[in-house]
């Protein structure tokens, strides 16, 4: 079959389309017939040589799918036909994948299946650190740093779904107003004006998903309510931080920094059931929408890569084989 490889460590350039072997399946797997895959940093960071796949996942670069299923193992919960999304350790950049069936969830209702490629990881990652780790409540308030990207625009919705008020940071007008489009109610351009300032004038924030690290973490700290939380999920900053654990003890506050598909097997399975009795029918009902920025031919997974690291997109960027 055909996949986005990484022969070289490097650019956007170093991603190529070849032939490799298909993987095969076990008893608790699905094979998928890829319709689509999401592109995410991590992906990004994968390329460069920082972040290699797990032991036993294919080398080459994708976390998400959608697409049908061809082949189901008698343990995997999944039939022949279905239709599906995946959250996967590595290879989703194909034409097939082989992933164990606690890992995939049906496609929701109005969604269509080219953009439900976008769902897995993005969801899971907000579900699993705003509310599981950070136990957002209603009426408290989250700051989404990089709140156009594709996981900010599912944390915004998220976000509202369950009733806090929303801040978000962006770098444009656009953003912002795409932003406000999904229910978020503060809107901040960091381009323009210091998040921590306003939101010392809006009370503070209970719950932070920062995105960037390094300097962030001082001025996250100083946006805190008392009590506030902080889940980090990325580091966009590269670099150590100092941290004033004096700040942190008088905002009572924690911070708590993750990643997925390091987690064993039955960790990222009790995340997805926890997405799909949680968050899935809030899909069905239309609460929640994916947003999908950019679609481009999985041949063309470098110009998908050259639109992530310009940060020039709002939502997803999805790759079609």
Same mark, same amino acid.
């Given at each position: 079959?055909?996949a986005?490889? %990484?022969?070289?460590?490097g650019?956007?350039? @170093?991603? $190529?389309?070849a032939e +490799?072997?298909r993987?095969?399946? #076990?008893?608790?797997?699905?094979v998928?017939?890829?319709?689509?895959?999401?592109?995410?940093?991590?992906?990004?960071?994968?390329?460069?040589g920082?972040?290699?796949?797990?032991?036993?996942?294919?080398?080459?670069?994708?976390?998400e799918?959608?697409?049908?299923?061809?082949?189901a193992?008698?343990?995997?919960?999944?039939?022949?036909?279905?239709?599906?999304?995946?959250l996967l350790p590595?290879?989703?950049?194909?034409?097939?994948?082989?992933?164990?069936?606690?890992?995939?969830?049906?496609?929701?209702?109005?969604?269509?299946l080219?953009d439900?490629?976008?769902?897995?990881?993005t969801v899971c990652?907000?579900?699993?650190? %705003?509310?599981?780790?950070?136990?957002?409540c @209603?009426? $408290?308030?989250?700051? +989404?740093h990089?709140?156009?990207s #594709?996981?900010?625009?599912m944390?915004?919705?998220l976000g509202?779904a369950f009733g806090?008020?929303?801040?978000?940071t962006a770098s444009?007008?656009?953003?912002l107003a795409a932003?406000?489009?999904?229910?978020?109610?503060?809107l901040?351009?960091?381009?323009?004006?210091?998040?921590v300032?306003?939101?010392t004038?809006e009370?503070g924030?209970?719950?932070?998903l920062?995105?960037?690290?390094?300097?962030?973490?001082a001025r996250n700290?100083a946006?805190l309510r008392?009590?506030?939380?902080?889940?980090?999920?990325a580091?966009a900053?590269?670099?150590?931080?100092?941290l004033?654990?004096?700040?942190?003890?008088?905002?009572?506050?924690t911070?708590r920094?993750?990643?997925?598909?390091a987690?064993?097997?039955e960790e990222?399975?009790?995340?997805?059931a926890?997405?799909?009795?949680?968050?899935?029918?809030?899909f069905?009902?239309?609460v929640?929408?994916?947003?999908?920025?950019?679609?481009?031919?999985l041949?063309?997974a470098?110009?998908a890569h050259?639109?992530?690291?310009?940060?020039g997109h709002?939502?997803?960027?999805?790759?079609?084989?």
């Amino acid at each position: 079959m055909k996949a986005v490889v %990484v022969e070289t460590p490097g650019s956007a350039s @170093a991603l $190529e389309l070849a032939e +490799v072997e298909r993987p095969e399946p #076990g008893e608790n797997d699905i094979v998928i017939d890829v319709a689509a895959a999401g592109v995410n940093r991590a992906d990004v960071l994968q390329r460069r040589g920082l972040y290699p796949s797990p032991e036993g996942a294919p080398h080459w670069p994708g976390l998400e799918v959608s697409g049908t299923v061809t082949w189901a193992g008698d343990r995997s919960g999944h039939a022949v036909g279905d239709e599906v999304c995946a959250l996967l350790p590595g290879g989703g950049y194909a034409e097939e994948v082989v992933v164990d069936g606690s890992l995939a969830l049906p496609v929701p209702e109005r969604v269509g299946l080219v953009d439900a490629a976008g769902l897995m990881e993005t969801v899971c990652t907000v579900w699993s650190n %705003v509310f599981l780790l950070a136990g957002l409540c @209603a009426g $408290e308030t989250l700051l +989404v740093h990089g709140g156009s990207s #594709g996981v900010g625009t599912m944390a915004v919705q998220l976000g509202r779904a369950f009733g806090a008020r929303v801040a978000v940071t962006a770098s444009s007008e656009e953003k912002l107003a795409a932003c406000r489009g999904l229910g978020a109610d503060i809107l901040i351009d960091y381009t323009m004006e210091d998040f921590v300032e306003r939101m010392t004038v809006e009370g503070g924030a209970d719950v932070i998903l920062d995105l960037v690290g390094g300097s962030y973490l001082a001025r996250n700290i100083a946006a805190l309510r008392v009590n506030g939380r902080i889940a980090n999920i990325a580091s966009a900053e590269s670099g150590s931080a100092e941290l004033d654990f004096g700040a942190l003890m008088r905002k009572r506050g924690t911070i708590r920094s993750t990643s997925l598909r390091a987690r064993p097997l039955e960790e990222r399975a009790e995340i997805v059931a926890s997405v799909g009795e949680n968050v899935w029918p809030l899909f069905e009902s239309g609460v929640l929408r994916p947003v999908t920025g950019a679609r481009f031919p999985l041949a063309d997974a470098a110009e998908a890569h050259r639109l992530m690291e310009s940060s020039g997109h709002i939502g997803k960027i999805l790759l079609t084989p």
